[in-house]
């Protein structure tokens, strides 16, 4: 599928003022390794010739990003592949051919979910941050944040999903997932994602969001006691 540009594609991309959506759009083109990524989720994509053309890989990949990003659902995002000419031009689509619709936006995520693609998707681009010297080693800063699901959420047996679990933060009721993150303390790039049930306890996970070079750990009052777990009595760091 060539990328050539629609006259309306060459005059947006020609103008002065570069818009906020530009810009990020823009440095998430230099800093993720594109080849890289396309490279773990190619042994699964569907190839050409068995029924339809599937759409570029990488066009796929970057549509999916966007997605999480701005947080569009598959309709969303269709609609913004059209209505939108930086996240067009971004996932290099022109108006001048066909755009995917939401149901292949969808299958492509149920794709990476299906061969559990993101976590390895996670690790390439950290180990090439890394390696870029873009992410250090030095430090790791530590948190939680609970994710919140409709308290009606049921899995198709009907019944509540069980990775969910209500819990209490102070004075108000919370129910959904916690997810445990670990970022890198120079660049605020995050490392380590672990999600559990929303009443699991912040110290519980603390062990697997360090990368084991950290000189030192910084977290907030609900990580107090973690130098005294048995599970981190051997991590040398300043807490």
């Known amino acids: 599928m060539s990328h050539q540009l629609t006259f309306a594609d060459s005059e947006f991309s020609t103008k002065r003022r570069q818009t906020r959506k530009e810009i990020f759009l823009s440095r998430m083109e230099q800093i993720l ?9 190619e042994p699964f994509y ?12 990488e066009t796929m990949l970057r549509i999916h990003c966007m997605q999480h990003w701005y947080n569009l659902s ?3 995002m269709e609609d913004a ?20 619709d939401r149901t292949t936006i969808m299958n492509f995520r149920h794709l990476l979910e299906q061969h559990q693609l993101a976590r390895q998707l996670f690790k390439t681009i950290n180990r090439w ?9 030095q430090g790791t800063l530590v948190d939680a ?10 899995n198709k047996e009907q019944q509540r ?29 995050t490392h380590s994602l672990v999600t559990t049930a929303a009443n699991e306890h912040d110290l519980n996970q603390l062990g697997n969001l360090l990368h084991g070079e950290e000189q030192f750990v910084s977290a907030d009052a609900g990580y107090q006691g973690a130098p005294q ?4 009595a051997e991590v040398d760091v300043d807490w």
């Open 229 to 232: 777990r048995e599970e981190l």
């Open 161 to 189: 999903d069980p990775e969910m679990h209500q819990t209490k933060k102070g004075n108000q009721w919370h129910f959904g997932m916690k997810a445990h993150i670990g970022v890198d303390a120079k660049s605020g790039l």
């Open 145 to 154: 944040t609970i994710i919140e699901a409709p308290s009606s959420t049921k």
């Open 33 to 41: 390794p594109w080849q890289n990524m396309t490279a773990v989720i």
């Open 74 to 76: 598959d309709g969303a």
């Open 81 to 100: 592949l059209y209505e939108i000419a930086s996240m067009r031009l971004f996932a290099r689509l022109s108006l001048d051919s066909a755009l995917p």
């Open 46 to 57: 569907p190839k050409a010739g068995n029924g339809r053309r599937p759409y570029p890989l």
């Open 129 to 137: 941050l890394a390696e870029a010297g873009v992410m250090m080693t």
